[in-house]
């Protein structure tokens, strides 16, 4: 079946760190894969996607690669921002179905 | 503007009130979709609606009843609701691929339900 694990949080850093959030997946088939991102009493909107095996996603210095070999899709930030605290989630569709991990909360501080 | 509009934001209803949940997108997408987001648990898939067609169902409770009279907008007419039902409920729309590329969903700012 179709399945996505992503690491439990909270996670918290501080101002400038490296930022990773793992994300492993279970598919049939290729999937797309997706990082949304969710702020505080807002629906999730789409941060990044990854439509096939290596391609690599990125927006507003996060990236994710598609690693089909490892089955993953992990964040990476080189420098986190107060303004990058929110839940982020992976997720993937296929055949118009999709399906999400259970989210990490990312806390910045000064 | 995320360009899928849902209200109301928030509402608060007792266990005997009926009261509906509206959604509407202005993307021209054909797929629209009715998500639960509880604490602490992962997303819940409701309802799609492919072209105005129900195509999925999750075993939903028969209190929730969606309604799609075109592509644009989608309902979620609620009745008899228990306490446990409070979440947020995310409205999502997509446009519909072949094979096994998705589009990625489009989300709204959710309704906050608070059930009493």
């Known amino acids: 079946g179709n399945s996505v694990t992503q690491m439990e949080g909270p996670v918290t850093l501080s101002e400038e760190a490296f930022l990773t959030i793992n994300c492993t997946y279970t598919a049939t088939g290729y999937p797309s894969l997706f990082w949304y991102v969710q702020y505080p009493g807002e629906g999730l909107q789409l941060l990044l996607k990854a439509t096939k095996a290596d391609d690599k996603g990125s927006n507003k210095g996060f990236e994710a690669t598609y690693r089909k070999e490892t089955t993953s899709f992990h964040l990476e930030k080189g420098s986190v921002q107060v303004s990058d605290s929110a839940v982020y989630f992976c997720?993937?569709?296929?055949?118009?179905?999709?399906?999400f991990g259970t989210g990490t909360s990312l806390t910045v501080i000064p | 503007e995320t360009g899928v509009t849902q209200t109301p934001r928030h509402l608060v209803m007792g266990m005997t009130n009926k009261k509906s949940l509206k959604c509407e997108q202005h993307?021209?997408?054909?797929?629209m979709y009715w998500y639960k987001q509880s604490a602490k648990k992962p997303l819940e898939l409701m309802f799609v609606y492919n072209f105005k067609e129900q195509t999925e169902n999750n075993s939903v409770p028969s209190r929730f009843s969606p309604e799609c009279p075109n592509s644009s907008h989608l309902f979620l007419h609620l009745h008899t609701l228990q306490p446990e039902d409070s979440a947020l409920y995310l409205c999502?729309?997509?446009?519909?691929?072949?094979?096994?590329?998705?589009?990625?969903?489009?989300f709204g700012n959710g309704t906050r339900l608070t059930v009493t």
């Open positions: 999502a729309s997509s446009p519909l691929t072949g094979g096994n590329y998705n589009s990625p969903l489009h």
């Open positions: 997720a993937l569709g296929t055949g118009n179905q999709f399906y």
């Open positions: 993307l021209g997408h054909n797929a």
